[in-house]
C-alpha cells in the first residue's frame, strides 16, 4: 500500500449480519467451491464469498483452461479424484472437456464457461449460500478466533458469522489480517495476462522467434510462454505468452499496474502479428478478466512443505492431497522456466531456447508422486481458520509444484472437509484428527494414499 496522505475517522458502527453458517469459505476459484461444497456435503452450513461476477477464479475469470494430470508420472496409478474428478465427468457429459493422454504438460482443456455454469449447479445443488460482487474485507477477532468477516457489496458493509472459517482468497487476505504471518520469499513469480485470439498460430507461425525479432519494436521485454487450443473452437488459441514483472499482485496499486500492462502487452502481441505474421491478421475474440496471479503471499503453518519433500515423494502421516506436476518455477525477470521432474531431469526453458540437465543423477527407482500434509492448512495462533490453495505454507520450489490447480483443488476440498469436522465437534482446526480427516475425504471420493 502506498505511503497514506493522513487519515480520517470512521464512525463506529453496528454492522448488520448478513448470515451465519457452521462454515464461511471466503474466495470462490474452484479450491473455494470445493472446500465448500466438502463441507456442504459434510452436514455443514455454508457461506461463500466471492469478488467477482462468477466462481472458477483463474481457471474462468483467467481463462487458464488447463488441469494437469490426475496420474502419477508413470501415468499409471490414479492419484487425484475427488471434485476435479467428478467436475471433469460432468463436462465431459456436454462436450466441454477434451481430454490428452501421457503428457506431463497438461491432460484437460476444458471450456471455462461451461465451467461457469457447472460451478453455479454444484453450489446450488448443495444448498451453500452465495454471495457474488462481494468483497471479504476482514476478520473480526474474538479472543484470538474469527467471530465474523466483515464482507461489503451492493447492500452495504455487513458480517458474515461462522465457527469455522476457509481464507481461499489465493493471496491469503483473511489470514494476514487476522494475524497469520507470511513466510518471506527472495522473489514472486511473475503473473500474465491470457487472451483467446483467433488464428494466433495461423500460417505455420513461429511465435517464438517472431517475439525474438520484434518485441523491443513494441515495448515488450524479453519472455517466453506457451499457448494451446481452445476445445470446440478450431483456429482459437489461449496464449499466455508474456509476464508482467516486477510487481507483487497482493499490492493495491501493483495489481492495477499489472492488470493495465498485461492488457498492453496483448495488444503488442496482436500489433506485432498484424505487422509481421502475414497473411489474414488475427482477431482478439477475449480478454481475460483478471490478471493470472501465480505467486503472492505464502502463509506460515504448522508444517512447511519443502522442494525436497517434493522431489524425493516424502509420504506424511496427515497426506490430504497428491501431485506429480513437475517444479515450475518463472524467472521474476527475462521469461525463464525452471522445470524439476521426479525422475531427476531438469528443463531450463528461456527466450532463446532450452537447456537440458539433471538435478541428481540417475537411480534405478523414482517417486511417482508426493503429498501435501494436512499442517500445511492451518497455522495455530488462528484456532478457527484453515487456508487453501496456492497461499498455504511451502518453500519456494515446492510452491512450483503444488500451485496448479488439480493440487490446489484438493487442498480446497481438505480445508472443507475439516472445517466441517471442526465445527461439529468444537474442536480447533489443529486439533482435527488425520486420520479422521483422511477418513472422510477417502469416503468423499478422494485418493488418499
Known sequence: MPEALGTLPEPARAMPVAAEADVCVVGG???????????????????????????????????????????????????????????????????????????????????????????DALIIEHRILPMLHTLGCAPLMDNGRIRAVAVENKDGRAAVTAKVFVDATGDGDIAVRAGVPCVAKKHLQPPTMCAKILG???????????YRQHAAEFGLERDSGWDCPVPGLPGISMAAQTHVFGINAASASDLTRGEMEGRRQIRAIMDMLRKYGGGDPPVLVQLASALGVRDTRTLRAAYCLTEEDVLNGVRFHDAVANGSYRVDVHAPDGGGFLFKYLDGRLLWVHHEGCREGRWRPETDRNPTFYQIPYRCLFHPSVPNLLFAGRCICADEGAFGAIRVMVNANQTGEAAGTAAAIASRSGKNVQDVDPRSLREALAEGGSVIL
Open 29 to 119: 476459484s474452484c479450491t473455494g467451491v470445493f472446500a465448500a461444497v466438502r463441507a456442504a456435503r459434510m452436514g455443514a452450513s455454508v457461506v461463500l464469498v466471492e469478488k467477482t461476477n462468477c466462481f472458477g477464479g483463474m481457471a474462468t475469470n483467467g481463462l487458464v483452461l488447463i488441469w494437469h494430470s490426475l496420474l502419477d508420472t508413470e501415468h499409471r496409478a490414479r492419484i487425484i479424484a475427488g471434485l476435479t474428478g467428478e467436475v471433469i465427468e460432468r463436462l465431459d457429459m456436454r462436450g466441454a472437456v477434451e481430454k490428452k493422454s501421457g503428457s506431463h504438460d497438461l491432460a484437460f482443456l476444458l471450456n471455462t464457461e461451461e465451467l461457469k455454469i457447472e460451478l
Open 200 to 210: 494466433f498460430r495461423r500460417n505455420g507461425v513461429n511465435f517464438g522467434e517472431l
